[in-house]
C-alpha cells in the first residue's frame, strides 16, 4: 500500500459535472482530491481488506440475531423501547437491506482493524462507485496509469443487482434531507441504480412526506408510499412526531429496522463480547462497563451515534499518571451514551491519515473508497481519494 502523487487531469470538474459529480468541492473546498493516489497489490485488497469484511459481516448478522431477543442490549444501543418490537418483527420477516461501508485502518502490513460500520446512510457511494472508476479508465488511456491497473470496484453492478434482487413491486421512493446536495446527489445516483434494476423511482425531499388518514406515508401528489429507500438516519426517523405512523404504515424501508442495531457504535463493544480478541477487531466496551479498565490510559470515547467523527474524544497519556483528552470536531452527539474502544490510531502517508472504507453490497464485499484527513479523527472534512491496484 502506497501514496502515489500524480499529476489532476486538466479537465476532471468539468467531467466531474457532465457525470452528475456537483458536490465534488463544496463551498470552495477541496473534497474530491486526485493530486496522488492509494496504490495497492491484489493481496492487500483480497486478503487484508475483502475478505475480513465478509468474515465481519457475517459477524454482524450474528450479533442483528442475538440483540432482537434482547431488550437489555437493545436498550443500551438507545433504540427506543416502543420500536423494539418493530425492529425485531424487521429481522425476523427477512426484510433484505441493501449496503453498508465498513471503516478500516489498514497499513498494508498489519491486519485491518474496524473502527465502524456505516450500515444504515453511508455517504460518499458516488465518488466511490463511479468517479473514480472513470479516473482509473481515463488514467489507463493516457498511459498515466498500466492498461492492467485495476480496481476494488464492483459496486455499481452490484447495487443494480441487488435492487433487482429486493424483490420491490410497485413504484420505489426514495428521499433525504432536501437541502443537502451531497445527500440528494447520492439519492439521484442510488435512483438511477434502481431504475437500471427495472423498478420505477421517485425522487423526494424527506421534508415534502406526509402521512395519510389512515397513517400511510404519502409523497407530494398524496400517492401512498409503499417502499421507501432513504438516506436518513433510523435514530433520527425514530425521534420525529410521525414516527409513530412507521409501525403500522404498510412502508417498507430500506434499510430496514433492523439496521439500527449494526449502525451504531455500540455494535463496537457487542462485537467485542461475541468475538473477543479477533484481528480485525479493537477492544471496545460500553463506557461504564467495568472491564473498560482494560483499556489502560489510551482509548477512545465514541458516542454511539456521532457521524463524521463529531465529538469523538482521544484519551491519551500526557505524563505519567496524567490523562489528556483531545476533542475532536464538536456536535449534537453525546448525550445517548459512549462506548470506549481501544486506541489504534490511523496509519500516516506523507503526513495525512487515510482510512479505508469497504462497501458492502447484499453482504457482499465490492468496493473500497479512501477518505484522507489531516488528524487522527475522520472528519467531515476529509477528502476523497482515488485508489488502483497495480501489483
Not at 420477516?93 to 449496503?99: F, G, Q, S, T, V
Request: with cysteine; net charge negative; charged share 20%.
Amino acid at each position: 500500500m502506497r501514496r502515489q502523487p500524480s499529476v489532476p487531469r486538466a479537465d476532471w470538474r468539468q467531467t466531474a459535472e457532465s457525470h452528475g459529480f456537483a458536490f465534488h468541492s463544496p463551498g470552495g473546498t477541496v473534497y474530491w482530491d486526485e493530486s496522488h493516489f492509494y496504490d495497492f497489490s491484489l493481496t492487500e485488497i483480497e486478503v487484508g481488506l475483502e475478505a475480513p469484511a465478509a468474515e465481519l459481516d457475517g459477524m454482524c448478522l450474528e450479533i442483528v440475531r442475538r440483540a432482537v431477543k434482547d431488550g437489555e442490549t437493545l436498550g443500551k444501543l438507545g433504540i427506543p423501547e416502543p420500536f423494539w418490537d418493530y425492529v425485531a418483527r424487521s429481522w425476523n420477516r427477512n426484510e433484505p437491506a441493501l449496503y453498508g461501508r465498513m471503516d478500516f485502518a489498514f497499513d498494508g502490513a498489519g491486519p485491518a482493524k474496524l473502527y465502524e460500520y456505516n450500515a444504515d446512510t453511508p455517504t460518499s457511494l458516488y465518488e466511490a462507485s463511479v468517479f473514480q472508476w472513470i479516473w482509473l479508465e481515463q488514467m489507463r488511456a493516457a498511459g498515466r496509469l498500466a492498461p492492467a491497473a485495476d480496481q476494488f470496484n464492483s459496486l455499481h453492478e452490484k447495487l443494480v443487482q441487488r435492487f433487482a434482487a429486493l424483490g420491490m413491486t410497485g413504484a420505489l421512493h426514495l428521499t433525504a434531507a432536501g437541502q443537502s446536495l451531497e445527500d440528494m446527489g447520492t439519492i439521484d445516483y442510488l435512483a438511477d441504480c434502481a431504475r437500471q434494476a427495472g423498478l420505477a423511482t421517485h425522487v423526494l425531499g424527506i421534508e415534502t412526506i406526509g402521512v395519510d388518514n389512515r397513517g400511510r406515508f404519502t409523497d407530494g401528489d398524496d400517492h401512498v408510499i409503499g417502499a421507501l429507500f432513504k438516506l436518513y438516519p433510523w435514530e433520527w426517523l425514530l425521534g420525529e412526531d410521525f414516527a409513530r405512523h412507521i409501525p403500522g404504515s404498510g412502508c417498507r424501508f430500506v434499510e430496514p429496522a433492523w439496521k439500527t442495531i449494526l449502525s451504531n457504535k455500540g455494535l463496537m463493544a457487542l462485537l467485542w463480547d461475541a468475538f473477543p480478541g479477533h484481528p480485525n477487531l479493537l477492544p471496545a466496551y460500553f463506557e461504564g462497563d467495568s472491564h473498560a479498565a482494560e483499556l489502560g490510559d489510551r482509548y477512545v470515547r465514541k458516542p454511539l451515534l456521532s457521524r463524521e467523527g463529531a465529538n469523538v474524544e482521544i484519551v491519551l497519556p500526557t505524563r505519567p499518571g496524567a490523562l489528556a483528552k483531545r476533542a475532536a470536531s464538536p456536535g449534537p452527539y453525546g448525550a445517548e451514551g459512549h462506548i470506549l474502544q481501544a486506541w489504534h490510531p490511523l496509519p500516516r502517508f506523507q503526513g495525512r491519515r487515510p482510512v479505508c472504507g469497504v462497501w458492502l453490497v447484499g453482504g457482499e464485499a465490492v468496493g473500497l473508497g479512501m477518505r484522507e484527513g489531516d488528524g487522527d479523527v475522520t472528519t467531515d472534512a476529509a477528502r476523497f481519494v482515488p485508489h488502483a491496484i497495480t501489483h
